[in-house]
């Protein structure tokens, strides 16, 4: 079972952690913590139940408002800039192209310049993959660790946004974080999960001396501590004591002024089902917390590999987990972003240098699948595979009969077969795998969605 906190506490404790630290604390004094679980705040949570209640309907099929302009609630969130406390959250989820971080960093760091920066965000613990690179922070870890990743449906949650958990009882591993942009973090949310054989968790900041955080409870279920810093940090180290597993699904980095805060979290190899590995309490108590303003929804490269992949099953699956999602954040704009064009070249195909690109003929997409059983060397050629614009489209209907904003990722590219050109450019804007982009090829296509997101805004 898993504890709920609601916006308008989280905002008390914010507020009354900040009046201490102005008028009590002095930089000599230590990070000071508190915990969800804390009888003051369990009894708080508690008295709001009901109404999360109202705010995550049990039906599937709820109905939305749809407005003349699908991103008018995140417009009006932006509107309240710049108050002094203001602080507007960003969610965004996908696969790979989300994953490394290039794509969601250079969106990050267009949202910061223009609105302020309140905070790297949320974070899974560690690096649980190994190209894992998020921007503006550096991370170290030792080889102990155990990852459960969430896209592996033999591996048991909890999960939350963040798809990962990390663990382990030695006290010999730790993780190491560091902000790598000049600024430093006011507060750090730390989600870990109770359970009977929980370990202690170590954790240091910057200069002050460690303190420990016990995972030990009589039931399993999702838990947060915060830790405010004086003065701000700008490292922090997690170990565990030695005493018994310590289990962490995310860390979240704030600091105390008005901007926005930018959460992204990608997944290698993901389909939008991988929500559904997600435990749908934790997601939603995840969600109540964190109130975004805008969810960025990017996923449909993976399913446009899928040649079985079924025209209704797809839909009602993409329906289904951006409902999940919708009712778990009422208050946020969606935006659905299509997937970007990706080529594929059959592994049979003997002659793979200087082969061009071109889309399939009707024929070729009918009779797809057969083609490529019985190795047919008419598919030897760069080609986007036949249900990527299918999964696109897809996308965009569901975006339109919801009311949910939808960006064609591959107009960009110039449509089928734009990977492919891109490969060759010099410098490249996409890999030679014809599926991710350069550097420059994510930053090209993120001002783009950016300058898409921002074009009706007037404030």
């Known amino acids: 079972m898993v504890r709920y906190q609601l916006k308008p506490l989280f905002q008390i404790v914010r507020f009354i952690f900040g009046v201490f630290v102005l008028f009590s604390c002095t930089a000599s004094q ?10 003051r705040v369990v009894q708080k949570i508690r008295s709001q139940q009901a109404l999360l209640k109202t705010i995550l309907p049990k039906t599937a099929d709820v109905a939305y408002p749809i407005t003349l302009n699908p991103l008018a609630s995140f ?20 696969d790979s ?53 969430s896209r592996k449906t033999s591996t048991k949650g909890p999960y939350g946004l ?5 663990q382990s009882a030695d006290p010999k591993q730790a993780i190491r974080l560091k902000m790598t942009d000049g600024t430093r973090f006011d ?24 303190f420990e955080i016990r995972t030990e409870s009589s039931r399993d279920y999702v838990d947060r501590h915060r830790l405010t810093i004086p003065g701000g940090g700008s490292r922090v180290k997690i170990s565990p004591k030695g005493d018994g597993p310590i289990k962490l699904l995310s860390w979240t980095f704030r600091r105390n002024q ?11 190899s993901a389909t939008i089902n991988v929500i559904n590995q997600w435990s749908r309490n934790v997601v939603s108590w995840e969600m109540v917390w964190l109130e975004p303003s805008l969810i960025i929804v990017a ?34 704009s969606i935006v659905v972003v299509g997937p970007p064009d990706a080529n594929r070249l059959p592994r049979y195909c003997q002659k793979r240098q200087e082969v061009d690109c071109e889309p399939l003929t009707p024929y070729e997409i009918e009779h797809y699948i057969a083609l490529r059983q019985e190795k047919n060397e008419q598919l030897c050629r760069w080609h986007p595979p036949p249900k ?32 492919h050109t891109w490969s060759q450019e010099k410098p490249r804007l996409a890999g030679k795998d014809h599926v991710h982009f350069s550097q420059r090829g994510y930053k090209l296509t993120a001002d783009a969605l950016f300058k898409a997101l921002m074009a009706d805004y007037s404030g």
């Not at 230590?30 to 009888?39: G, K, Q």
């Not at 108050?83 to 989820?93: A, E, F, M, P, S």
């Not at 192209?97 to 910061?112: C, E, I």
């Open 30 to 39: 230590p990070p000071t913590m508190i915990s969800e679980t804390e009888p």
């Open 75 to 94: 417009y009006r969130s932006l509107d309240r800039f710049p108050g002094r406390y203001t602080q507007v959250n960003i969610l965004h989820l996908g």
């Open 97 to 149: 192209h989300t994953a490394g971080d290039q794509f969601s960093g250079r969106l990050r760091q267009l949202f910061q310049a223009r609105f302020g920066s309140a905070g790297r965000g949320m974070l899974p613990v560690g690096k649980p993959f190994p190209y894992f690179r998020p921007s503006n922070v550096s991370l170290w870890q030792s080889q102990g660790w155990q990852v459960s990743n």
């Open 162 to 166: 963040s798809g990962f958990r990390i």
């Open 187 to 210: 507060e750090i949310d730390i989600e870990f999960q109770r359970h009977p054989k929980g370990g202690t968790m170590v954790v240091e900041v910057d200069k002050w001396p460690f």
């Open 258 to 268: 008005f901007g926005i805060i930018y959460h992204s979290h990608g997944i290698v």
């Open 299 to 332: 996923y449909g490269t993976n399913e446009g590999f899928h040649d079985d992949l079924n025209w209704d099953e797809y839909k009602q699956d993409f329906q289904a987990r951006l409902a999940l999602l919708h009712r778990s954040a009422p208050q946020a």
């Open 388 to 419: 990527l614009n299918v999964v696109r489209e897809i996308q965009r209907e569901v975006a339109a009969e919801a009311g949910y904003f939808f960006w064609d990722w591959s107009t960009v590219m110039g449509g089928a077969c734009g990977t």
